[in-house]
């Protein structure tokens, strides 16, 4: 066993404290209220903490997914070596009138060990230093606690910059309320005196990390060849590359993940932002083992022993806010472990690829019954058709996105391809970009899996205006923005089938004006006209009876609104643009099904 890194946090500011419960930063809370901020330094301050010591803890409600074994380490600064207390807390139950928790501490004169039971100290323990403190040095805290066999082993540490050990303290506990116990992990102050917040006689926080603990020691980078991430989606720490993580926003974001497993096989996977609101499918072999968020350490169930196992994790719903541009609802991956006896294997190929462009309609808005659930929507259900053929895919959809919308509730994703006033706006389009200021295109300007030449899709599906003929978009602009984004999409990708999918309301005029069924109409044949030789680009209209069908077919297909469907609505559709996707791509000798 072993601790791997979970969170690790750095803090900027000035941040102001807030009231009680509320979040400082990065998911770490303000118990008591008005007692932590953030200094212009990006350090963290209290204001001296009155008894019960623990009424200003600063807590992260996210330790560790609820485990026993605990750890975290904070690097401090200590500016008055003579009256100073910072403790870090273990298993704490948050009760501000008081806590029962293991505390430890850093203080002037050496480490201390309390065990609290109702904001009491029940017993405790002191080692000094092995020299003095200095004004304006750097330590590091660390504390952690092991669960054994009816005791709790809880141990210590204060380091210097140099890595030199400064203390160390180890304690066995074996108070029965105490074992097995789930708490918070968490950080507060006890000085002797109170100050204003960031007072220079403070200890200042500069960072604080929380800890793992798993049979999974051996780290496997998100660079390494055992991971195949979807084509067109992820951006790196560099670029699209890069060996420390992978970002997505986009549900129906996908990675693989092999592993050779042991005897007695252990994986976990690093899902970084533990504020992220997403969540995932977990996938063993083909089977789905797991349904899960995505906000940190995801220990891997149902791996086969001693055989070679697929991982394959999906983004299955996001929240419709703050995912562009690494927001916190972007799914970040920093990699997995996995246990010493076993061992990674090449991931297979990309496959054959293909990009599927939309709006809710296409994210799994509203799907599952009226929650969000990628799998569920048509696009998902292409999706495992299409993979099962060797054929990988790519999402790109926003909610309330259009052509010329931008897309989420907070209106941060760009439009796709963005026209007003019959100009097209690149600075605000994001039909060339994975994510913001990172480009979608190769060195030649082509649409790329991965960054690299030669790597276009085989075909883009691109299914909008439902918005903006809801929203009452000018006709005009979108009809620009619709032909030059097929135009701009046979530049980028020369050899790829594009499908322009008809909304699937708009043969339902109390839905959608039939002025925009016909725009779309004479846009498509505007194109053909000006591009006889483009036989690859296909208009998909699921036609009038089925459009009607699923519209009136309000609580069986639809949701209340007639435009999102369910998954019997998607049902009904996805077969309808398969047949015509495998009609298109039979001809001219291009076999790709």
Same mark, same amino acid.
């Given at each position: 066993?072993?601790?791997?890194?979970?969170?690790?946090?750095?803090?900027?500011?000035?941040?102001?404290?807030?009231?009680?419960?509320?979040?400082?930063?990065?998911?770490? &809370?303000?118990?008591?209220?008005?007692?932590?901020?953030?200094?212009?330094?990006?350090?963290?301050?209290?204001?001296?903490?009155?008894?019960?010591?623990?009424?200003?803890?600063? %807590?992260?409600?996210?330790?560790?997914?609820?485990?026993?074994?605990?750890?975290?380490?904070?690097?401090?600064?200590?500016?008055?070596?003579?009256?100073?207390? =910072?403790?870090?807390? @273990?298993? %704490?139950?948050?009760?501000?009138?008081?806590?029962?928790?293991?505390?430890?501490?850093?203080?002037?004169?050496?480490? %201390?060990?309390? @065990?609290?039971?109702?904001?009491?100290?029940?017993?405790?323990?002191?080692?000094?230093?092995?020299?003095?403190?200095? $004004?304006?040095?750097?330590?590091?805290?660390?504390?952690?606690?092991?669960?054994?066999?009816?005791?709790?082993?809880?141990?210590?540490?204060?380091?210097? +910059?140099?890595?030199?050990?400064?203390?160390?303290?180890?304690? =066995?506990?074996?108070?029965?309320?105490?074992?097995?116990?789930?708490?918070?992990?968490?950080?507060?102050?006890?000085?002797?005196?109170? +100050?204003?917040?960031?007072?220079?006689?403070?200890?200042?926080?500069? +960072?604080?990390?929380?800890?793992?603990?798993? $049979?999974?020691?051996?780290?496997?980078?998100?660079?390494?060849?055992?991971?195949?991430?979807?084509?067109?989606?992820?951006?790196?720490?560099?670029?699209?590359?890069?060996?420390?993580?992978?970002?997505?926003?986009?549900?129906?974001?996908?990675?693989?993940?092999?592993?050779?497993?042991?005897?007695? /096989?252990?994986?976990?996977? $690093?899902?970084? +932002?533990?504020?992220?609101?997403?969540?995932?499918?977990?996938?063993?072999?083909?089977?789905?083992?797991?349904?899960?968020?995505?906000?940190?350490?995801?220990?891997? /169930?149902?791996?086969?022993?001693?055989? =070679?196992?697929?991982?394959?994790?999906?983004?299955?719903?996001?929240?419709?806010?703050?995912?562009?541009?690494?927001?916190?609802?972007?799914?970040?991956?920093?990699?997995?472990?996995?246990?010493?006896? %076993?061992?990674?294997?090449?991931?297979?190929?990309?496959?054959?690829?293909?990009?599927?462009?939309?709006?809710?309609?296409?994210?799994?808005?509203?799907?599952?019954?009226?929650?969000?659930?990628?799998?569920?929507?048509?696009?998902?259900?292409? $999706?495992?058709?299409?993979?099962?053929?060797?054929?990988?895919?790519?999402?790109?959809?926003?909610?309330?996105?259009? &052509?010329?919308?931008?897309?989420?509730?907070?209106?941060?994703?760009?439009?796709?391809?963005?026209?007003?006033?019959?100009?097209?706006? /690149?600075?605000?389009?994001?039909?060339?970009?994975?994510?913001?200021?990172?480009?979608?295109?190769?060195?030649?300007?082509?649409?790329?899996?991965?960054?690299?030449?030669? =790597?276009?899709?085989?075909?883009?599906?691109?299914? &909008?205006?439902?918005?903006?003929?809801?929203?009452?978009?000018?006709?005009?602009?979108?009809?620009?923005?619709?032909?030059?984004?097929?135009?701009?999409?046979?530049?980028?990708?020369?050899?790829?089938?594009?499908?322009?999918?008809?909304?699937?309301?708009?043969?339902? /005029?109390?839905?959608?004006?039939?002025?925009?069924?016909?725009?779309?109409?004479?846009?498509?044949?505007?194109?053909?006209?000006?591009?006889?030789?483009?036989?690859?680009?296909?208009?998909?209209?699921?036609?009038?009876?089925?459009?009607?069908?699923?519209?009136?077919?309000?609580?069986?297909?639809?949701?209340?609104?007639?435009?999102?469907?369910?998954?019997?609505?998607?049902?009904?559709?996805?077969?309808?643009?398969?047949?015509?996707?495998?009609?298109?791509?039979?001809?001219?000798?291009?076999?790709?099904?």
């Amino acid at each position: 066993m072993a601790w791997i890194p979970a969170t690790h946090t750095t803090f900027t500011g000035p941040v102001s404290a807030g009231a009680a419960g509320s979040q400082l930063q990065n998911g770490w &809370y303000d118990v008591s209220g008005n007692i932590w901020s953030i200094n212009a330094q990006g350090q963290l301050a209290s204001v001296q903490a009155t008894t019960p010591k623990n009424n200003g803890l600063l %807590s992260f409600p996210f330790s560790n997914n609820g485990a026993v074994n605990q750890r975290a380490s904070a690097r401090l600064v200590i500016n008055n070596p003579t009256a100073m207390g =910072t403790f870090i807390v @273990l298993r %704490s139950d948050l009760n501000t009138s008081g806590a029962t928790e293991y505390e430890m501490s850093c203080s002037g004169n050496g480490m %201390s060990y309390f @065990l609290v039971s109702g904001g009491n100290s029940l017993n405790g323990t002191n080692k000094g230093y092995t020299r003095s403190l200095v $004004a304006g040095e750097v330590v590091t805290l660390t504390v952690e606690c092991i669960q054994g066999n009816g005791s709790t082993v809880i141990t210590g540490s204060v380091v210097d +910059s140099t890595g030199a050990t400064l203390a160390s303290l180890s304690v =066995t506990d074996t108070t029965a309320a105490m074992q097995n116990k789930v708490g918070t992990i968490g950080i507060f102050q006890n000085e002797g005196s109170t +100050s204003a917040n960031g007072a220079a006689n403070l200890t200042l926080v500069q +960072s604080i990390d929380t800890y793992y603990y798993s $049979a999974a020691s051996q780290p496997v980078s998100v660079s390494d060849s055992s991971f195949l991430f979807s084509p067109g989606n992820w951006t790196g720490d560099n670029g699209r590359g890069g060996s420390v993580s992978r970002r997505a926003w986009n549900c129906g974001a996908w990675f693989e993940f092999s592993i050779a497993a042991s005897a007695s /096989p252990v994986a976990v996977l $690093a899902l970084g +932002s533990y504020l992220c609101g997403s969540r995932v499918n977990l996938y063993v072999n083909g089977i789905e083992t797991a349904s899960i968020a995505a906000n940190g350490i995801i220990a891997v /169930p149902g791996l086969t022993a001693s055989a =070679t196992n697929l991982v394959r994790v999906e983004v299955v719903s996001t929240p419709q806010n703050r995912r562009w541009n690494g927001g916190v609802n972007s799914v970040l991956m920093l990699g997995a472990y996995i246990d010493p006896q %076993s061992a990674v294997t090449p991931a297979r190929a990309l496959g054959r690829w293909g990009m599927m462009v939309g709006s809710s309609i296409t994210e799994g808005a509203l799907a599952n019954n009226g929650a969000d659930y990628w799998p569920y929507d048509y696009s998902g259900l292409l $999706a495992s058709s299409l993979r099962g053929k060797g054929i990988d895919i790519c999402m790109s959809a926003a909610c309330f996105s259009d &052509y010329v919308i931008p897309g989420d509730s907070d209106g941060t994703v760009p439009p796709y391809y963005m026209v007003s006033g019959g100009t097209y706006d /690149p600075a605000r389009s994001r039909w060339n970009l994975c994510d913001q200021g990172v480009s979608l295109l190769d060195a030649n300007q082509q649409i790329s899996a991965y960054g690299a030449t030669g =790597t276009a899709p085989d075909f883009v599906l691109i299914n &909008y205006c439902s918005n903006g003929a809801s929203g009452g978009t000018n006709i005009v602009d979108l009809s620009a923005a619709m032909y030059g984004c097929m135009t701009a999409i046979r530049a980028a990708a020369p050899e790829a089938y594009i499908f322009i999918v008809v909304p699937f309301g708009f043969h339902v /005029p109390s839905s959608y004006p039939a002025i925009y069924l016909q725009m779309m109409q004479d846009t498509f044949a505007r194109y053909q006209a000006a591009n006889p030789a483009d036989r690859r680009v296909v208009f998909i209209d699921i036609g009038e009876s089925l459009s009607k069908r699923i519209t009136y077919g309000r609580g069986v297909y639809t949701a209340g609104d007639g435009r999102h469907p369910f998954l019997a609505g998607h049902a009904l559709v996805a077969p309808v643009i398969a047949d015509r996707i495998r009609e298109a791509m039979k001809t001219e000798s291009y076999s790709f099904f």
